[in-house]
């Protein structure tokens, strides 16, 4: 928790305590080099809790709140382009089909010699 920035200007008793609501850590993998990636992302989110006013500093501003429970979450995000991927898979499913029909012939051409 973070009572100290909740000061206004020229104030020494803040107003409201700030905390971390959300934190989400994005990882994108580089396209053609998947044992790389690119700098993770950390995305934070925070919350505010108003005071009463009683508090004569920071620290019994924090003090405050006692054992009150604020709700958090962190979420790992794991990302790739799939450009490349798609093009992949459409490469081998012709290749699939292109010797599905050459076995598919063979069996033709066996049937009519026998």
């Known amino acids: 928790m973070d009572a100290a920035s909740g000061l206004a200007k020229d104030?020494?008793?803040?107003s409201v305590v700030q905390y971390l609501t959300s934190a989400t850590l994005t990882t994108t993998i580089i396209?053609?080099?998947p044992t790389n990636i690119y700098p993770p992302l950390l995305d934070l989110s925070y919350g505010t809790i108003a005071l009463d006013g009683g508090a004569e500093d920071a620290e019994d501003?924090?003090?405050a709140?006692?054992?009150?429970?604020l709700p958090s979450r962190f979420v790992s995000?794991?990302?790739m382009?799939?450009?490349e991927?798609?093009?992949?898979?459409?490469i081998v499913f012709v290749i699939a089909m292109v010797l599905w029909g050459l076995g598919w012939l063979m069996q033709v051409k066996v049937r009519v010699k026998s």
């Open 11 to 14: 104030d020494s008793v803040p």
């Open 31 to 33: 396209v053609y080099t």
């Open 61 to 63: 501003a924090a003090a």
């Open 65 to 69: 709140l006692g054992d009150k429970q």
């Open 77 to 79: 995000k794991y990302t």
């Open 81 to 83: 382009e799939l450009d």
């Open 85 to 90: 991927t798609l093009r992949v898979v459409t």
